[in-house]
């Protein structure tokens, strides 16, 4: 077997280039996953229509 030597330099930007690979496979997913796209449509629709409100705690949602 070969020995490879990779400097520190490469070996951030591959895992960098890893990261970002892993980020646009997770978006794809989701722009191939039908519910999930009609659910933000809707959110989108209803940010539009001004349908939305803002939360200063978690217990504004439990009451």
Do not use: Q
């Not at 997913?29 to 039908?34: A, G, L, R, S, V």
């Not at 933000?40 to 939305?52: L, M, P, Q, Y």
Request: charged share 45%; no cysteine.
């Amino acid at each position: 077997m070969k020995e490879l030597t990779v400097s520190l330099d490469i070996l951030d930007a591959l895992v960098k280039i890893r990261k970002e690979l892993d980020e646009i496979i997770e978006t794809l997913e989701i722009m191939n996953d039908e519910e999930t796209m009609e659910g933000i449509k809707k959110s989108i629709e209803d940010i539009e229509k001004g349908r939305i409100y803002e939360l200063e705690d978690i217990d504004d949602i439990l009451k």
